[in-house]
């Protein structure tokens, strides 16, 4: 019986210490977990941080150059004794930043953006009376006060500039647009006036069958508008 209690004593003595030294490994390992996990979530952290620092940095850069855009066409403005200096230099410059404000509008206008392409495209018809894309800003300017939802502004352009934007190739695409715009303000007449221009004028145009369909449908409504109206 004695040999029995000493061999249970001197087993629990032994296995003690490495019961002990599992439970403290068992411990150390998840404080480690739980360092790792933490420095995981700080790398995140510091990964998004860096995200927007880039992207701060890429928008200071589009902003100075749109200033050094703008500070060229102010001297541009003020340089009439310079381009009596050296005219075909001056012309070159004038051309190179003439067509980076076109390009800046028509960018502008494709990320709906539709401020900036107003401005862009009203600064080409200011600065530059004789430029290539005249008629090109003249449409797209248009173009961005119905896509701002202007269609007052767009109407004023169109009917002022209707005979030069005539020979713009877009100037069916603009005809149907304005029409559209017409008829959703219920002026039923105008409209039919634009899509009819379309029609006579252009029956080669590949949007022809969509016009006469419109057509159609104006003239539905007017009718419809006028039998209510009675």
């Not at 310079?82 to 005219?87: G, H, K």
Request: charged residues 25%.
């Amino acid at each position: 019986m004695r040999k029995l209690l000493f061999l249970v004593f001197f087993l629990t003595g032994v296995a003690t210490p490495y019961v002990a030294y599992a439970l403290d490994t068992e411990k150390v390992i998840l404080n480690l977990n739980k360092q790792i996990k933490g420095l995981k979530t700080r790398n995140r952290e510091l990964l998004g941080k860096i995200e927007e620092i880039e992207a701060q940095q890429q928008l200071t850069i589009k902003k100075l150059d749109e200033l050094s855009e703008i500070i060229k066409f102010q001297a541009t403005k003020g340089s009439e004794n310079i381009n009596n200096v050296l005219p075909n230099q001056s012309l070159k410059v004038s051309n190179e930043d003439a067509l980076k404000l076109y390009k800046r509008g028509r960018s502008y206008l494709l990320t709906q953006q539709f401020e900036k392409s107003i401005d862009s495209f009203s600064s080409y018809l200011e600065l530059y009376p004789s430029g290539k894309h005249l008629n090109d800003s003249r449409y797209w300017l248009i173009k961005s006060f119905l896509a701002k939802g202007d269609f007052a502004h767009a109407e004023s352009l169109f009917v002022a500039n209707e005979e030069k934007l005539r020979l713009h190739y877009k100037y069916p695409n603009l005809l149907f647009d304005l029409a559209k715009n017409y008829k959703n303000n219920k002026d039923f007449d105008n409209s039919i006036l634009l899509i009819t221009r379309l029609i006579d004028n252009f029956p080669n145009n590949n949007r022809i069958e969509n016009a006469k369909e419109f057509l159609n449908e104006l003239n539905l409504l007017k009718n419809q508008k006028l039998t209510q109206s009675n």
